[in-house]
Structure formats: C-alpha cells, structure tokens
C-alpha cells in the first residue's frame, strides 16, 4: 500500500463532527492528550494519539454527503484499503447505498463513500500519491 504524508496514520480513522472544529481540536488536545498533525483550513483537522488517529470535522446541511445521508451525519469512519476500486466493485455487489463513487482527490487519495444499513457513513480510501499538504492548502503541524 502507498503512502501519503497527507493521511493520518491508521487503517480505520473515525471522523467525528463539531460546531467548531477549532475548539474541538484544542479541547481535545488539551483534556484528552492528542495531537494536532494537520490543519485543513477552518473545516478539518486531523488529531493523532500514539498510532492511532481522529479526524475533527465540520459538516454543514448543505454539505454533498450529509444531503444524501438518510440521518444527521454527526460522524464518518475513515478506512484504508489497498484497492479502492477493487473494494468498491464488491460493495456495489452487495446493494449498498453509494454516496459518493470512486474519485481521485488532489490530496493524493482515491476514495469513495457508502452509507451502510444504520445509516453510518463509511468513506474507504487508497493514498495513490505522495502530495505535500501545503499543495492542496493543508497545513502540517506535527508530521
């Protein structure tokens, strides 16, 4: 599996919304311990803890995956997979509710997105390019 500098270390990254991802992430650092890795304008965040990962996010009405969802989107699960396109024919087999189908994003990753029985919102991924972050307007905090 590639790598990408731009994607949180993890195979399985949840993705949890707030108000204000700003405060959420310093909340989070400071009462929690995690650490700030990259900041994607005032919309993301990624957070790291050891070898595990949290995504901060915010996700307004208007937002292309919450207006598809069949509920309010308050999070998503994030997961690395080694073909995404090989993953996805299989899902799409199953009858799943697709959001969104395979795309590849100037980060440097090739995702697609899926909404599972609950309701639950999984976006699978593959790091298909090394991007610097500054590249596509994300800022590297703590690499």
Same mark, same amino acid.
């Given at each position: 599996?590639?790598?990408?500098?731009?994607?949180?270390?993890?195979?399985?990254?949840?993705?949890?919304?707030?108000?204000?991802?700003?405060?959420?992430?310093?909340?989070?650092?400071?009462?929690?311990?995690?650490?700030?890795?990259? +900041? !994607?304008?005032?919309?993301?965040?990624?957070?790291? #803890? $050891?070898?595990?990962?949290?995504? *901060?996010?915010? &996700?307004?009405?208007?937002?292309?995956?919450?207006?598809?969802?069949t509920q309010p989107l308050t999070h998503k699960i994030m997961v690395h997979v080694p073909d995404?396109?090989?993953?996805?024919?299989?899902?799409?087999?199953?009858?799943? +509710? !697709?959001?969104?189908?395979?795309?590849?994003?100037? #980060? $440097?990753?090739?995702?697609?997105? *899926?909404?599972? &029985?609950?309701?639950?919102?999984?976006?699978?991924?593959?790091?298909?390019?090394?991007?610097?972050?500054?590249?596509?307007?994300?800022?590297?905090?703590?690499?």
């Open positions: 599996m590639n790598t990408n500098r731009s994607m949180p270390p993890g195979i399985i990254i949840p993705e949890l919304a707030y108000d204000d991802v700003a405060a959420a992430a310093a909340w989070l650092c400071k009462t929690f311990g995690f650490k700030e890795r990259l +900041r !994607i304008a005032d919309h993301r965040c990624q957070l790291t #803890f $050891g070898d595990a990962s949290v995504v *901060v996010i915010e &996700l307004s009405r208007e937002h292309p995956i919450t207006a598809v969802a995404v396109d090989q993953h996805y024919e299989h899902v799409q087999q199953s009858n799943a +509710r !697709i959001l969104n189908p395979p795309e590849t994003y100037p #980060f $440097g990753e090739r995702q697609y997105t *899926v909404e599972d &029985l609950g309701g639950h919102v999984w976006t699978f991924t593959q790091s298909v390019a090394d991007v610097p972050p500054e590249v596509w307007g994300g800022q590297l905090v703590n690499p």
